[in-house]
């Protein structure tokens, strides 16, 4: 079964300029989660899916962060402008909810360098 | 305060050793436990589940005190291979909103 994936591997771009994340979930898997991983820093939660459904987004840092799940498959994190703190590893993961919690399986997480 | 506080270590233990992590969690209404494993440069992978009852996994034994909100792991036996960040992480009802502690981090050495 394949895991879960994340492209680009690596995204280095400009202030001001818009960058996009995408984030595939493992197959039949309805929470999508975005993290956020600043460097000397513990992984911040962004915001949690179900299904194409936001259940929290609380933790989207501002109105430059813009997510989707356009029919509950794969995800989009899209950052406009990008401002130089927005630089960090970005891990999407996700997870099937059984009973006795949540485990959630990450992808190998994108890293975003804005200059 | 943060939310989940571990001790960032590092935890420096020869190879045999049992070593031993603690994690306190400030939110009562926490619902799930974990501990996960973070390599260089890797993402986290999860170490396993904890239970309110403890439970083990070879090597690996994790326990859950809800009254004094902590959670620790217990590796025996420890192994070069186990040299990794420790990632305490807690959920709230229904398991969202989940909350990660900073780390522990770990060398095993020959």
């Known amino acids: 079964e394949a895991g879960v994936t994340q492209f680009p591997s690596h995204s280095v771009i400009e202030k001001g300029q818009t960058v996009t994340l995408r984030c595939d979930p493992i197959s039949g898997h309805d929470n999508l989660y975005w993290y956020r991983r600043v460097m000397g820093k513990e992984i911040k939660f962004l915001l949690h899916?179900?299904?194409?459904?936001?259940?929290?987004e609380s933790g989207m840092p501002n109105n430059r962060f813009l997510a989707e799940r356009t029919g509950g498959t794969y995800s989009t994190l899209k950052v406009q402008p990008a401002e130089l703190e927005d630089s960090g590893v970005y891990f999407c993961?996700?997870?099937?909810?059984?009973?006795?919690?949540?485990?959630?399986?990450f992808g190998p997480g994108t890293r975003l360098t804005v200059l | 305060r943060k939310e989940v506080e571990q001790d960032p270590g590092p935890f420096n233990v020869p190879e045999g050793a049992t070593v031993a992590f603690n994690c306190t969690y400030s939110n009562s209404a926490s619902q799930s436990f974990f501990w996960y494993r973070q390599d260089c440069r890797k993402e986290p992978k999860l170490l396993m589940s904890v239970y309110s009852s403890g439970n083990e996994d070879g090597r690996f034994t994790a326990q859950l005190n809800r009254a004094s909100q902590y959670i620790s792991l217990l590796i025996r036996d420890s192994k070069l291979s186990d040299s990794a960040t420790y990632l305490c992480?807690?959920?709230?009802?229904?398991?969202?909103?989940?909350?990660f502690g900073a780390g522990t981090r770990l060398f095993v050495k020959a």
């Open positions: 992480v807690v959920s709230r009802t229904g398991g969202f909103k989940t909350i």
């Open positions: 993961a996700s997870s099937q909810v059984r009973r006795g919690g949540d485990e959630q399986f």
């Open positions: 899916f179900v299904k194409e459904s936001k259940q929290d």
